[in-house]
């Protein structure tokens, strides 16, 4: 992560302070947040009690049969008169980092002017060159679903709020303006010691390594606008104006007409959770399954208006085109994989088999061994000529989550987490991709970078915030062993290690070398995870059931 300035900067531009604090004064004269209704949805119970899933038997835990309605995820839990859906199920007897995690949690919020307003990114910073102190909206949608579920939806509110307003911030880097719809990668706090006052500093992907602008912010701020309405059964939020604005401005900047021939997301390196240099250019699975979530996300917010319905519209017609394209084309098992091997190349037709050009040479050894004969992944990415075969975790969770994947698919995912428990789980979930880019593979792809090694950090690292999507994924196949035995494993480490950002090697057994401890998200992911092991009725906050208008007929998947 990068460093902002010493100097006070907005919209990519330097700023005096009397220039900083009029903006804060613009801000508040131009839409007044506190004037907005508080939400009206259902009080949450939080003194229910029933025996958590690690005390169910031998059919709760082997259970393969997915949830084919998201409110009947509650059946996985022993029937209970106080099991009621959308009530907070709470562990008589929590695990003892449970109570550590979230003191550590509450520890990280950042106020402005007296109201929290998001988490920082990491309690450890000691290292003022790098941004840790700053709230990033990827990085603080685990936290707002841990309060989400936790019954303090204010936190989140304020933050959905907060973010929109610095959306419609002038956005410049150099002399070229960014897109209106752009949502922040971050934002810190800024205390005005002379005129005693509290600004916002917003980046925009002006301050970040190779200043790229963050993709995923505009997706995981509809996702999480949704999870908030669908938690709480406040919907006056997402009916603001500003909020149907917000989510108009984002649609207009991902559903407008070009050059492309597909219905992905052309994107550059380092625009997602992944933000440095990684080969993740062009079509990565980790864009695509966003965007495919957040229009799906955005079709329950967006109001019956003449505005409205002209993105429903357009929506639907993405989302058909967008399903088709990467549960085609994106998508690899092993009867897959043997037809890959087979592909001839230089097809010049409509009929073309190898639509891409894909060269069978370039199938990368370990494909053949890593593939289990009953399993599958969607690849990270696919453009011409180009097939990357890395399995990247929050593009296939996020799949399953949103239903990009069918429930075969789904359930092909999760064996294949299953079958390559050791290389994807290891000694602590989960990998972020697998397998590493090593030797001049590395030199090439990363251009050296030493913070990209071999099984460190985005480059195959352990990242425990990832446990959350794992979670969410295995509930929703009906599976929430899987999850069970990786939250098991993550306990015997993470309070003891100081809950690290992410972890290094084949296994992950060693604390990254460049990670922060106290890292937020690595709580928050642990605790969201906890919680929807103990009430799988949460799941709704987070997953989308099938369209069966977007299930296409596929005819060369081993899986299907």
Same mark, same amino acid.
């Given at each position: ?5 010493? &100097? ?17 004064? !613009?801000? /508040? ?5 506190? *004037? ?39 059946? +996985? ?8 859906? @959308? ?13 550590? @995690? ?15 307003? @998001? ?52 956005? *410049? ?10 949502? %922040? ?7 005005? %010691?002379?005129? =005693?006052?509290?600004?916002? #500093? ?26 908030? !309405?669908?938690?709480?059964? &406040? ?38 959770? #992944? ?19 957040? +229009? ?12 409205? *319905? /002209? ?7 993405? +989302? ?25 190349? /230089? ?13 069978? &040479? ?18 990270? =990415? ?18 399953? $989550? ?47 970078? %030493? ?35 990786? !939250? ?8 003891? &290690? ?39 009725? $949460? ?22």
């Amino acid at each position: 992560m990068s460093s902002f300035p010493m &100097d006070w900067y907005q919209n990519g531009s330097l700023r005096s302070s009397d220039a900083s604090s009029n903006a804060a004064e !613009t801000d /508040e004269k131009e839409l007044d947040f506190s *004037k907005v209704d508080k939400p009206r949805g259902l009080e949450r119970c939080k003194s229910c009690e029933v025996n958590s899933l690690s005390e169910l038997g031998k059919d709760g835990e082997n259970s393969s049969h997915p949830v084919d309605h998201l409110e009947n995820a509650a059946s +996985l839990l022993p029937n209970t008169s106080t099991n009621t859906p @959308g009530a907070l199920v709470l562990d008589p007897h929590p695990h003892p980092i449970v109570s550590e @995690g979230w003191e550590a949690l509450r520890r990280s919020l950042v106020y402005f002017r007296g109201q929290p307003v @998001g988490t920082i990114a990491a309690l450890d910073i000691s290292d003022e060159k790098v941004n840790y102190d700053q709230v990033f909206v990827r990085d603080f949608v685990p936290s707002a679903l841990a309060f989400l579920m936790n019954g303090e939806p204010d936190i989140v509110r304020n933050f959905i709020l907060k973010t929109l307003r610095l959306q419609s911030w002038e956005k *410049k880097i150099d002399r070229f303006h960014l897109a209106e719809g752009v949502m %922040p990668a971050s934002f810190k706090v800024f205390h005005d %010691p002379v005129r =005693n006052r509290e600004t916002l #500093i917003a980046d925009f992907g002006e301050s970040a390594i190779g200043r790229v602008a963050p993709v995923d912010s505009g997706f995981w701020w509809i996702i999480l606008l949704r999870a908030y !309405t669908k938690s709480t059964g &406040d919907t006056s939020l997402a009916e603001l104006p500003e909020c149907q604005k917000g989510m108009h401005l984002i649609l207009n900047l991902c559903l407008s007409e070009g050059f492309d021939t597909f219905p992905t997301l052309l994107c550059a390196d380092g625009c997602c959770m #992944i933000d440095r240099r990684m080969g993740v250019y062009g079509y990565p699975i980790e864009i695509q399954a966003l965007f495919f979530m957040a +229009l799906r996300c955005a079709l329950q917010l967006l109001r019956q208006d003449n505005e409205g *319905k /002209e993105f429903i519209e357009r929506i639907a017609k993405r +989302l058909h085109a967008l399903s088709y394209h990467l549960r085609s084309y994106f998508w690899l098992d092993s009867k897959q994989l043997n037809d890959v091997y087979r592909f001839k190349t /230089e097809e010049y037709s409509h009929t073309a088999v190898n639509k891409f050009n894909v060269i069978p &040479d370039s199938l990368p050894d370990w494909i053949f061994d890593f593939m289990p004969l009953n399993g599958g992944y969607f690849v990270g =990415n696919v453009s011409p000529a180009r097939m990357d075969f890395r399995w990247f975790c929050l593009g296939n969770c996020i799949a399953i $989550l949103s239903s990009l994947a069918t429930p075969e698919q789904s359930m092909a995912i999760m064996d294949l987490i299953e079958s390559r428990w050791l290389e994807l789980i290891g000694e602590m979930p989960l990998k972020v991709c697998y397998p590493a880019l090593e030797k001049h593979e590395w030199q090439i792809i990363t251009g050296c970078d %030493p913070k990209n090694t071999r099984w460190s950090y985005h480059n195959g690292g352990s990242w425990p915030v990832l446990l959350w999507l794992l979670t969410a994924a295995s509930i929703k196949t009906g599976r929430p062993h899987i999850a069970k035995r990786a !939250t098991e494993i993550a306990e015997t480490r993470l309070l003891k &290690d100081n809950w690290p950002e992410y972890y290094d090697g084949k296994l992950g057994r060693y604390i990254g070398k460049q990670a922060r401890k106290s890292q937020t998200w690595s709580i928050a992911g642990y605790l969201v995870a906890k919680m929807m092991l103990e009430d799988p009725s $949460l799941l709704g906050m987070v997953a989308i059931e099938e369209d069966k208008h977007l299930k296409p007929v596929l005819r060369r998947s081993n899986s299907l």
